[in-house]
Every structure is written in C-alpha cells, then in structure tokens.
C-alpha cells in the first residue's frame, strides 16, 4: 500500500492532493503535516513512498523546506507544490533535488497523473518545463543548510530580515542566549564567520 506526506498548510491544497491521491489508489495512506518540523519528524519516523511539500509553509519558507527535508529522508521522492509556478523556481527546485513539482493551480486530474508518475519513480514539472542542468554550488549549499535544524532555520531567516538578537528572540519566543547558540551552530554549519555571509549563502540558495 502506496504511503505519501502531504505537507501542506492550506486545507483546500492539501484536500485536493488527498483527494487525487486516493483517485490513483483508494487504500492510499496519507499522512498529513502543516508545518516542516511536523513534516520533518513524520519523515525521519516513516518511509514514505512520496512527500508532497508546500514551498511556503509557517515555520520554514523557500528551499529551506526541501533542503531540511531531504537532509531527514534523503532517499524519499519529493515533490514541491506551489502558488508560485514561474520556470525559474521551478528550475531551483529541481536542481536543489526536487523530483516533481506541482502548482497548487493544477487540475484535479493533472495532480493524479502527476502523483502516479512520482509513485512510478518518474519526475513530473509543469507542461513546458525541462529539466535543469545540474548547479553544483548550489547544491554544495543545499547540503550544508540540510544540516540546520527547522529552529536554525527560522533565526538565519530572521536574521535574512534584518533582526536583531533581541528581536529575533522575541518574535521566535527563545531565551537571547538560545538565539545566540543557534547563530554559531548556523555558522559552523555553513561554514561562514558572520551574519553578512550567513544571509548571502541564504540568498545564494533560496528563491531568487
């Protein structure tokens, strides 16, 4: 029995994904998650055959998403699923390791044949799309920001938004010193010495 994750924060995506894919098999197994660190904690439980990931969910947005999950079920057949559809996000998505990619504007009956095709072991893009050369920095990248935690992920993202400490620690509800152990865990994971190139390898990395 086929078993995939719908990761998705929006209830009518993530029905309509359920929906197509009991149509490619009714006895279907569909685990749900609305936030990466649900989704990353079901992943790294349960060998899931695909896992259907929002780019933009609450606590982890842009490619962070993938990097952090693919880092946690580096195996699984990932697809991610979008508002935002142009072929250069696209483009990244599939370079940094996605096997699919779904606009949540999609049909009913595309999204079942794209889900047959990612269970079938096939990539699936939006009609007109190609398949990106490899982009080996990126990736490099990719890797080491699969290394964060969902938390470190969200202090370089507020970090990227021009926080300080003692904002950051606010907003995320930490302790100041908390933020500060994950900046030099972000650091030494990254392989950078400050703020300025952590946020560059950020932008270096996520949606452009």
């Known amino acids: 029995m086929p078993l995939i994750l719908v990761a998705d924060d929006h209830p009518m995506c993530a029905a309509a994904l359920a929906m197509a894919a009991r149509v490619v098999d009714p006895a279907m197994a569909i685990d749900s998650a609305t936030t990466l660190a649900e989704a990353v904690t079901l992943a790294r439980g349960v060998a899931h055959d695909l896992i259907l990931l929002d780019l933009m969910l609450p606590d982890v947005q842009g490619f962070g998403g993938l990097a952090l999950m693919r880092s946690a079920r580096p195996e699984a057949t990932i697809a991610i699923v979008s508002g935002r559809d142009e072929p250069t996000i696209?483009?990244?998505?599939?370079?940094?390791?996605?096997?699919?990619?779904?606009?949540?504007?999609?049909?009913?009956?595309?999204?079942?044949?794209?889900?047959?095709?990612?269970?079938?072991?096939?990539?699936w893009l939006p009609e007109g799309s190609a398949m990106p050369t490899p982009d080996e920095p990126r990736a490099e990248i990719a890797t080491r920001m699969g290394t964060l935690s969902v938390a470190q992920m969200r202090v370089l993202r507020a970090i990227a938004n021009g926080h300080q400490n003692k904002r950051i620690a606010y907003d995320l509800q930490l302790a100041e010193p908390t933020v500060k152990s994950h900046l030099s865990a972000i650091f030494r994971k990254l392989g950078v010495s400050n703020r300025t190139q952590a946020v560059l390898a950020l932008q270096a990395f996520d949606i452009d």
């Not at 009956?109 to 079938?120: F, H, K, N, P, S």
């Open 90 to 123: 696209v483009a990244q998505a599939v370079a940094l390791g996605a096997q699919g990619f779904l606009s949540k504007s999609t049909p009913i009956d595309q999204m079942v044949t794209a889900i047959r095709t990612l269970l079938a072991g096939e990539p």
